[in-house]
């Protein structure tokens, strides 16, 4: 392979597989000028193979690598391995930014906060690489089953909702003036812990089946849920004892509790991601009631 076809070859795996924004960005990753980046890629812009974001036409992206001379894709990639390396990248970045919003709560620190909520632009970016990967799929295998390819997008659209929730949790450094009270933020913190372990869990019951783990991921859902109840409780014994002719008091009860919430909300979504794995791998569809109301 030459140089030229080596270094086209890096590129288009930093776009599939690193979620790259902007050319200069992969540039300092290969270590080379963004005016080479761009000159390798504009034919491929140009011809719609990459398209908005540094999103990849997969369809494309086989004629490519089948151009690239002494290169050899293995037998056993398909378009759907690169949609679940996707789908794993993805959820190791909202890992990390439910890992940097709740720092910015503990260290109360408003700049790790905007951090924090920054990260979340590349979260939405994720979630449209994967739809139009997902299309792609579809169009190139005329056998896969169609409700089954558009399950990736599911799971895409609800580590997106995480991402969201992340946000709440970061935005009660920003619009609060308050630290929040230590029994409460005890149980945050185990909210946290258990939260982190509930997105893996349903995110290898989706990418390797593993989806006899339903059992665990509801036990430590429930436990999410008893320490929301607890929180409430206590957010409602400081609630009796505030006067709310402080509007700056009023709020942080308000924000403290979408803190929590989100907490909720995040377990809640992993037990549905579950629910999807279930479907995907062991064809059980998914129940139709709302889950607050089973």
Do not use: W
């Not at 000159?39 to 812009?45: D, I, K, R, T, Y």
């Not at 690598?65 to 378009?79: T, W």
């Not at 910015?104 to 906060?113: P, R």
């Not at 909702?161 to 619009?175: E, L, P, T």
């Amino acid at each position: 392979m030459s140089k030229k076809d080596k270094t086209l070859k890096e590129i288009l795996d930093i776009i599939l597989y690193e979620n790259p924004s902007t050319q200069d960005e992969i540039a300092e990753r290969l270590g080379i000028t963004r005016r080479y980046v761009n000159q390798l890629l504009q034919p491929l812009v140009k011809d719609g193979t990459i398209k908005r974001a540094y999103t990849i036409d997969l369809k494309s992206y086989e004629s490519i690598a089948q151009s690239l001379s002494d290169y050899s894709r293995p037998k056993n990639i398909k378009g759907n391995v690169i949609v679940n390396d996707m789908l794993e990248n993805m959820a190791r970045h909202v890992h990390s930014q439910l890992e940097a919003s709740f720092n910015s709560v503990l260290e109360y620190d408003e700049q790790k906060a905007k951090k924090a909520l920054e990260m979340d632009f590349a979260t939405n970016n994720m979630v449209e690489k994967i739809r139009t990967s997902v299309e792609t799929i579809v169009s190139m295998d005329y056998h896969s089953q169609f409700s089954k390819s558009l399950l990736y997008n599911e799971i895409a659209y609800d580590l997106e909702r995480i991402g969201d929730y992340c946000g709440h949790i970061a935005k009660f450094v920003i619009n609060d003036i308050y630290e929040i009270d230590e029994h409460i933020m005890k149980n945050l913190k185990k909210m946290y812990n258990i939260t982190q372990r509930m997105i893996p869990v349903s995110m290898k019951a989706f990418i390797e089946g593993k989806t006899e783990l339903k059992d665990d991921l509801m036990e430590l859902n429930e436990s999410v849920h008893i320490l929301q109840n607890k929180s409430i409780n206590l957010i409602a014994e400081q609630m009796a004892e505030s006067s709310f002719d402080e509007k700056e008091r009023s709020n942080y009860f308000i924000y403290l509790f979408r803190v929590v919430k989100a907490f909720k909300r995040m377990g809640d979504i992993s037990v549905e991601m579950m629910d999807v794995a279930i479907e995907f791998h062991d064809n059980i569809p998914r129940p139709t009631t709302p889950r607050t109301f089973r």
